[in-house]
């Protein structure tokens, strides 16, 4: 079993990209967006490993930036 323990990293990384970014975006905006960009570009999201999720999600905002 995977250390439940990560979560509380993993979370709050998610949540300073989404603060930092787009903190006017839902929570369920956030996450549809970026999992629509991921399906697009990489497929499926199912079985990403928590550290490639943040790294594509790091890669998602990126994209987005000079679009706005």
Not at 17 to 25: G, L, V
């Amino acid at each position: 079993m995977r250390d439940p323990e990560r979560l509380d990293k993993f979370y709050n990384e998610i949540k300073e990209i989404h603060k930092n970014n787009y903190p006017d975006w839902r929570i369920g905006q956030f996450f549809n967006n970026f999992l629509v960009w991921h399906f697009n570009k990489y497929g499926e999201s199912f079985y990403v490993e928590d550290a490639k999720f943040i790294e594509r999600l790091n890669e998602y905002i990126n994209s987005l930036k000079g679009k706005e």
